[in-house]
């Protein structure tokens, strides 16, 4: 595994990612590279000295000094709101990874810390930026052709919401058995045609949209804390081994 260390990152790229978050792509010459769904610590410091850190999944993974993050701004946060709104092209920060073992996918089937199986299914689900992760996982499984069937259930809030949606949309897109099945539940605006009306997710539909408990599959669930806590307990309720489900919760109440 590789060993965590302080690097410095300058930004490279700033873009917009919905119209309340921004993708940032560092530059960091001496990262280490980062397996799919690592996350790191973002530290800032003002001209007077005080700093900030909080931490950030990584949408890439893989051997490259590219790292791509998606912030989403948490109004009256101390940090978010700042790389949202002020980050530029050319700033510098300092970050310390690639962190996170536990909440990884490998490529060839096998969890982190598991058997490799690779029949045995993948289902990823997500609420809000706790995509991010969940995308560094279905990069690397489009991008390594790999054969493991790959689920993402993401819900979101409208369609202008969803992150790395054209990317989202060409896994989605991909020649089985790569092919990502991509589930999005809206929970204030569905587009017209949408498979159901706006709402939060619920036991049946995460029963009705996630691989059956038959099929034995890998959970990776991340979101705000109390979304993560209430899908892993239907989950389990449902039957799902809690040894199956792993999960990243990014703060919040
Ligand atoms: C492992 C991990 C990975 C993360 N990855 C990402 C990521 O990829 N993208 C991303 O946008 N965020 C991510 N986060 C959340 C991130 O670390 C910060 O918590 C978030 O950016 C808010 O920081 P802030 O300084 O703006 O808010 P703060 O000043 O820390 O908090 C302001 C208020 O907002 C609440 N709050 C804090 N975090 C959240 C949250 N996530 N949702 C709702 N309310 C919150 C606090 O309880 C507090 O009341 C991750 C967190 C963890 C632990």
């Known amino acids: 595994m590789t060993r965590a260390a302080w690097h410095v990152a300058t930004v490279a790229e700033v873009r917009d990612e919905t119209p309340t978050a921004r993708r940032l792509t560092l530059e960091v010459p001496t990262w280490p590279g980062n397996e799919a769904g690592a996350h790191l610590d973002l530290r800032l410091t003002a001209p007077d000295g005080y700093q900030a850190t909080r931490s950030y999944s990584i949408a890439s993974s893989g051997d490259g000094t590219r790292v791509v993050l998606a912030v989403a701004e948490v109004p009256e946060g101390e940090v978010s709101p700042f790389l949202v709104h002020d980050l530029r092209a050319g700033d510098q920060l300092e970050v310390h990874g690639p962190l996170g073992a536990y909440f990884v996918w490998r490529p060839g089937g096998a969890a982190a810390g598991a058997e490799a199986s690779p029949l045995r299914p993948v289902q990823l689900i997500g609420a809000g930026s706790g995509v991010v992760p969940l995308v560094a996982m279905a990069a690397a499984h489009d991008e390594g052709a790999d054969a493991t069937p790959f689920r993402l259930l993401y819900s979101v809030r409208t369609p202008a919401d969803v992150f790395f949606a054209d990317e989202l949309r060409a896994f989605a897109e991909a020649p089985a058995p790569t092919r990502l099945g991509l589930d999005l539940?809206?929970?204030?605006?569905?587009?017209?045609?949408?498979?159901?009306?706006?709402g939060r997710l619920t036991p049946d539909l995460v029963a009705e949209l996630a691989w059956p408990v038959e099929q034995r599959p890998r959970i990776f669930i991340c979101g705000p804390t109390p979304f993560v806590e209430a899908v892993a307990g239907w989950l389990v309720a449902a039957g799902h081994a809690p040894e199956a489900i792993r999960t990243e919760r990014f703060g919040g109440a």
């Open 185 to 198: 539940v809206y929970t204030r605006d569905a587009p017209a045609g949408a498979a159901r009306p706006p």
